[in-house]
């Protein structure tokens, strides 16, 4: 049994009764002590009035003033509530108010103060729902009382108590270790906490990927039942299963990886394979076979429950932290030469590069060829002629890469849809990813072509949900926040570029199609394209189609080309292997002939329930449940994986101390103005107080410090050379400091005539 209040009390859901077995069913409590552990936090619930007990069943007490939200936290003590709505107001909550939640932790809030104009509502910890923090990074000191763990992280204000051997602990101090959180804190009394590991004498002599996976407790060995689980999945296939799926064996078959992913010893699941052919009526149908996860992981299993909890893999560079251990990878990926279970989902366009119409079914495939992005660029771009055994693999992906893919991002362009050059693109995942917008990398553009169709994919599965009314996990996007954009606007304006909203009320896909043309068009292509990308929500699950920005979609998109790596995609497959198993393809038995239930053309013809109503509430249930801790996983995998990249630049930055770097200006503050380096996509600080040649006010309106007696300008959008002074290599800030005889482009200026109206307004 494993599983936070915060889990338990999304089972209470518009003021129903809820059975104390229904939720140790749901909270699979296996055991007398599990469910006895169930019925005290249930007494605990009821005692703090969270919950009321009506006729031996719970029900949620509904409350006004209580809000659900998440602690972002200040190293100066105080805290916000930052609620899941982005249209709520943060909630102020001081250190004493706290009731020993931690940064990140989600809570529950009672306000106790109204907002204002200019403050923000004040609240109280009412309650603990979820601990973000089972384990930190600490540096072990010794005091009177003891040896204590002093988090790095300065928004942990505590130390824990180190319960462990004096030996060990002696070997550890002044050390950076990782520290397992044993016993969170009681009244006054400290959490206690037990070294799981010694990663060196400080972050710089610590592994950087060590480092990433502690700070965000990401697990690098599976369990030894999650491995015995694997051990039990049969290698072999029936005849009973292959009799039930469309045989696809006899088609060329493909797999497309990077090379990385290919080698010996990578994790990466090999998940996704393609097929091509032209149907009667001479249009092109594509053929897109995702690994059928589904059919050896069954739900509320071992492998399916370690899934859940984590959510997603994450791709640490070289490193990928799977979802499932690699033996089952072995069973399941598509390998060229092995008979594989694969639900496939046909495209079929027409002239002009649309959908016309889609099929889904559950098939077996024999790859024929894997092959590389690199490999795939050499075949399409080599003069000489294919090996005799790659001449038909050539042809189909000529006709994929040469004729159907330009017609469907034109298709995506035309809707508004926009795609940013970055040099390098990490992602394993197929389609968008977590960038949640399509990314060119300059290398490889064979890799956004195929993105292109895997986000079709998507697409057709996500329309095919709606219009079954079926239960299913959305991927949506919010618009960017206006205030964020707002600052690269004004930058490029400075660089003499045309950057303009479409329309004044809201923000449209189309605007940022405008603003990539524009930038082409100056020398800090790359810096302004970056920035762009940063100004983008992260992408989000929910339970009903929102409008997905990145991708331009306003009415529904799906997640499904991951099933082995991420756990909401599995989910998908396994809705969509409800409908083909459990599915109504009729509206009564009377009807001779059904509907195909896989197929979009049974669209218009359905209009009854297709699955069985208890599956379908269950369904619905459960996702309902599982959105959050999707999220949630979503974040965490998000911020490693960039933690890991903040890392690598700031290790490469210290290697340059001293170095001058040539820098674009793309924020200015009070305190000082923010420099992009322009090759190494690296941000750093020069700090006013290094700026001792003048004392430098900040004019708010124009963006810029300007000397008091020199009238030297530091201006948004200036190009300036910095030198490299310091990196605080964990924290991963750079400081830099404006090179010797360096000129900024508004020195050459009168700065009488430029300047001296501005400061008068002022």
Not at 66 to 93: M, P
Request: with cysteine; charged share 25%; aromatic share 8%.
């Amino acid at each position: 049994m494993d599983f936070s209040i915060a889990t338990l009390l999304s089972f209470f859901t518009d003021d129903k009764l809820v059975a104390g077995k229904f939720l140790e069913k749901k909270l699979e409590c296996h055991s007398e002590e599990d469910a006895e552990q169930l019925q005290i936090i249930l007494d605990a619930l009821e005692r703090a009035e969270i919950l009321a007990k009506e006729r031996g069943k719970y029900r949620r007490v509904p409350e006004t003033d209580v809000v659900e939200a998440k602690l972002r936290c200040s190293s100066k003590g105080f805290c916000f509530a930052i609620q899941d709505s982005e249209d709520a107001e943060d909630i102020y909550i001081r250190e004493s108010y706290l009731s020993n939640a931690w940064n990140g932790d989600r809570v529950l809030v009672k306000i106790v103060k109204e907002g204002s104009r200019r403050r923000s509502p004040e609240g109280i910890v009412r309650l603990i729902l979820e601990r973000a923090n089972p384990s930190l990074l600490a540096r072990v000191v010794q005091k009177d009382e003891g040896f204590r763990a002093v988090p790095l992280d300065d928004r942990l204000l505590f130390e824990l108590e180190l319960k462990d051997e004096e030996a060990r602990l002696q070997a550890a101090l002044d050390h950076l270790v990782h520290v397992s959180v044993v016993q969170y804190p009681i009244a006054q009394y400290l959490p206690q906490g037990a070294v799981t590991k010694v990663l060196g004498s400080d972050a710089e002599a610590a592994a950087d990927t060590d480092i990433v996976c502690c700070k965000h407790d990401l697990l690098r060995q599976f369990p030894a039942e999650v491995l015995a689980a694997v051990k039990d999945i049969p290698s072999k296939l029936t005849k009973t299963v292959l009799k039930k799926r469309r045989d696809l064996r006899d088609q060329l078959t493909v797999t497309i990886e990077d090379e990385l992913h290919l080698s010996a010893g990578n994790e990466t699941f090999i998940e996704n394979a393609f097929t091509l052919q032209k149907t009667e009526a001479g249009q092109w149908q594509l053929g897109i076979h995702l690994a059928d996860v589904a059919e050896y992981v069954p739900a509320q299993g071992v492998l399916d429950r370690w899934a859940k909890k984590h959510g997603t893999a994450v791709f640490l560079g070289q490193m990928t932290i799977p979802l499932f251990p690699s033996e089952l990878q072995e069973k399941i990926e598509l390998r060229p030469g092995s008979d594989r279970l694969t639900m496939s989902i046909f495209l079929t366009f027409d002239d002009q590069g649309n959908v016309a119409e889609f099929e889904i079914a559950p098939s077996v495939i024999q790859v024929d060829h894997s092959l590389s992005y690199q490999k795939v660029q050499h075949l399409l771009s080599s003069d000489e002629p294919a090996d005799q055994d790659l001449v038909d693999v050539t042809a189909l992906l000529n006709d994929l890469i040469f004729n159907l893919s330009p017609l469907i991002k034109a298709q995506r362009l035309q809707r508004g849809g926009f795609q940013i050059s970055l040099p390098e693109v990490t992602s394993a995942f197929k389609d968008e990813g977590r960038f949640g917008t399509m990314i060119v990398s300059p290398t490889l553009p064979v890799r956004s072509l195929l993105a292109e169709v895997m986000i079709l994919a998507g697409r057709a599965v996500a329309q095919h949900m709606i219009a079954l009314g079926l239960p299913a996990i959305y991927c949506y996007q919010a618009k960017p926040d206006f205030e964020s954009l707002e600052n690269l606007i004004k930058l490029g304006n400075n660089l003499n570029l045309k950057l303009k909203l479409e329309s004044e009320e809201e923000l449209l896909p189309h605007d940022y199609q405008h603003f990539i043309q524009e930038f082409s068009q100056t020398d800090m292509t790359k810096i302004l394209n970056y920035l762009l990308q940063e100004t983008l929500d992260v992408p989000r699950y929910g339970t009903h189609p929102h409008p997905h920005f990145g991708l331009a979609y306003n009415d529904g998109y799906a997640r499904v080309c991951c099933p082995g790596q991420r756990y909401s995609d599995l989910v998908m497959q396994r809705i969509l292997k409800l409908v083909f198993s459990e599915g109504r393809d009729r509206r009564s038995s009377r009807v001779k002939v059904g509907v195909n239930l896989g197929s979009s053309t049974c669209h218009d013809q359905v209009n009854w329930n297709v699955l069985p109503t208890p599956i379908q509430t269950e369904l619905e249930e459960s996702i309902a449940g599982l959105i959050l801790q999707l999220n949630d996983q979503e974040k965490i995998a998000d911020d490693a994986e960039k933690d890991l990249q903040g890392l690598q630049k700031a290790e490469k930055m210290k290697a340059h101390t001293g170095h001058t770097f040539r820098g674009l200006i793309t924020g200015v503050q009070s305190y000082g103005f923010f420099v992009e380096i322009e090759d190494l996509l690296v941000e750093g600080l020069v700090h006013v107080s290094s700026l001792k040649d003048d004392w430098y006010e900040y004019r708010a309106r124009h963006s810029c410090l300007v000397g008091r007696k020199n009238r030297i300008a530091y201006r948004l959008g200036n190009t300036v050379e910095v030198e490299v002074k310091s990196v605080d290599y964990y924290r991963q800030q750079i400081d830099l400091a404006i090179a010797k005889n360096t000129k900024t482009e508004d020195e050459a200026q009168d700065p009488e005539s430029t300047w001296s109206d501005s400061a008068e307004e002022e």
